[in-house]
């Protein structure tokens, strides 16, 4: 029942800005916490962001920290990724997950529904 679904991936240039949404279905939204993660090709998935609660603090892998901003809109069950000054290295499919009883913001295990992915890719 639970859907989330990512959208605003695409192809930039190093240095451009992208802001991806999440629009999830099928859950109490305000009582989920959120986070974002990634995969490139060969590599595990990790965490890029995340809220632990509704209005609680944020969370950013040390990569994106200050280039990434998390933000969720709860009236529209959405949960946003606004990227700045991309680099060719952000170059992943990007999740969007949702959890109702995270402890470690960062684990993906913690996580109990996830999106399909959107594809973000960062040229030179």
């Known amino acids: 029942q639970v859907q989330l679904v990512e959208s605003g991936g695409g192809l930039v240039q190093a240095g451009d800005s992208l802001r991806l949404s999440c629009v999830a279905s099928g859950l109490t939204f305000s009582e989920y916490a959120m986070g974002w993660f990634r995969q490139a090709p060969g590599m595990e998935r990790e965490f890029v962001a995340g809220n632990k609660w509704n209005t609680g603090p944020t969370y950013y892998a040390a990569s994106v920290k200050g280039r990434f901003s998390i933000s969720r809109d709860n009236a529209k069950n959405t949960v946003y990724l606004q990227m700045s000054n991309l680099k060719p290295e952000d170059t992943a499919v990007y999740y969007c997950?949702?959890?109702?009883?995270?402890?470690?913001?960062?684990?993906?295990?913690?996580?109990?529904?996830w999106g399909q992915g959107t594809q973000v890719t960062v040229s030179s």
């Open positions: 997950a949702a959890g109702r009883r995270i402890v470690i913001t960062s684990r993906a295990s913690e996580y109990d529904s």
